[in-house]
């Protein structure tokens, strides 16, 4: 197998230079679809049509549309739209990551919401709790506990989606392997690291879930099988 190794040790510390930007762009992305979901989720359980159905196309356009074309669409098409001039290219992938995350974090909060009985809400309102008040301290961290698996699974697609937005140019770890192919010419030596990169990545972060999920008993939760 012909691969060249001084390749490899030339581009690598390049390459792991990205991951700070790669880190930088999920994680700022999931923390917008943290705050940003929640509203979306509540909007989507509220009974009001001018909240209800609002909410219902957002996550309706954003989950069935390429998280691509919607950072074209942000960076190159709402500027035209709106008139105002280009920001940066790496605000504008946050906001891509985080407005696409967020369709998805609002369906997972709203699962869990729904997973919380229903009398647990009743008598919160018996014991005089308005409507938010019960929300926000008896059923939001119950359903906050069961959505916290699937929320680390969205945190770990972000993280590989955020490849993305090396279209943008902006300096994450697929932009520079995209520049470090194009000049050795050597794609094995390349991408490989690349991919090792992101693996180890979504693996640290597998590993946290797990000891998150492990301290909250998480697992507890869950029906053991036969």
Request: aromatic share 12%; hydrophobic share 55%.
């Amino acid at each position: 197998m012909d691969i060249r190794w001084d390749v490899v040790v030339r581009y690598l510390p390049f390459l792991v230079e990205g991951v700070p930007m790669t880190l930088l762009l999920s994680g700022a992305g999931i923390g917008i679809a943290l705050v940003w979901g929640l509203f979306l989720a509540l909007g989507r359980l509220s009974q009001r049509a001018w909240l209800n159905r609002p909410a219902a196309a957002y996550i309706t356009f954003f989950r069935g549309t390429p998280l691509l074309v919607q950072i074209m669409l942000i960076h190159f098409a709402a500027p035209q739209l709106f008139g105002y001039r280009p920001l940066p290219p790496l605000v504008d992938g946050i906001v891509a990551l985080g407005l696409n995350s967020s369709a998805y974090v609002a369906e997972i909060y709203r699962a869990g919401i729904l997973s919380v009985p229903h009398g647990q809400m009743e008598a919160a309102r018996s014991l005089g709790m308005s409507y938010g008040l019960a929300m926000r301290l008896v059923v939001l961290p119950q359903a906050f506990r069961v959505a916290v698996p699937p929320l680390f699974n969205e945190f770990i697609a972000l993280t590989k989606d955020s490849s993305l937005v090396f279209v943008l140019g902006v300096a994450e770890l697929m932009s520079r392997g995209s520049v470090s192919a194009g000049n050795a010419f050597r794609y094995l030596e390349i991408w490989v690291p690349v991919a090792l990169l992101y693996l180890l990545l979504t693996s640290v972060f597998t590993v946290f879930a797990s000891a998150v999920e492990r301290r909250l008993g998480v697992h507890d939760q869950r029906p053991q099988l036969a």
